[in-house]
């Protein structure tokens, strides 16, 4: 059974393996190596990582399997969220699960998961930002009702990506 706890600073070593390891699972076929070795390196470093961890409108939670951390879901409000920053919205920055675990629905177990927080914060909506060459999860969205809305660039290393941002009314 997967099972969900939140992270907090002691799970910072454990956030940054499963961070650069689905990344780079997710990632690597499309992006060139000192790219996301760059992207890497920066994103998931240790003094990154526990800003973000001890941020108190951010929240981690990891998907465990057999004391296993097999995936993860980052989740922002307020002042924090990457774009938007509306306060009756969260973002979900991030939805990583192990690719020996995709197809087995723990990244719909994260996904709610968020929308159980958003929900208990009385939001209006949850945003997220999608790349426009990753179709498995845009069709993970879709299928959960989300509708694109806007496009915004994102950066690895120095190669400018979009994404698609999505939203649901909640």
């Known amino acids: 059974?997967?099972?969900?706890?939140?992270?907090?600073?002691?799970?910072?070593?454990?956030?940054?393996?499963?961070?650069?390891?689905?990344?780079?699972?997710?990632?690597?076929?499309g992006n060139s190596e000192e790219n996301m070795n760059e992207y890497l390196e920066n994103g998931f470093s240790t003094e990154k990582l526990k800003?973000?961890?001890?941020?108190?409108?951010?929240?981690?939670?990891?998907?465990?399997f057999d004391e296993?951390?097999?995936?993860?879901?980052?989740?922002?409000?307020?002042?924090?969220?990457?774009?938007?920053?509306?306060?009756?919205?969260?973002?979900?920055?991030?939805i990583y699960v192990l690719k020996e675990f995709h197809g087995k629905k723990v990244g719909q177990v994260l996904y709610e998961k968020a929308i159980e927080v958003a929900q208990e914060k009385n939001l209006e909506y949850v945003w997220l930002g999608v790349w426009e060459r990753n179709p498995r999860a845009i069709r993970f969205y879709e299928k959960n009702g989300f509708v694109p809305f806007d496009k915004h660039i994102f950066k690895l290393g120095n190669d400018e990506q979009t994404d698609i941002m999505m939203k649901l009314k909640l």
């Open 51 to 64: 800003a973000e961890l001890t941020d108190p409108n951010s929240e981690f939670y990891f998907s465990e």
């Open 68 to 94: 296993k951390t097999i995936g993860y879901l980052k989740v922002n409000v307020g002042q924090s969220q990457t774009e938007i920053k509306d306060k009756n919205s969260i973002e979900i920055e991030r």
């Open 1 to 29: 059974m997967i099972e969900i706890r939140k992270a907090g600073i002691q799970d910072v070593e454990e956030l940054k393996r499963i961070g650069k390891l689905t990344f780079s699972e997710t990632f690597s076929f």
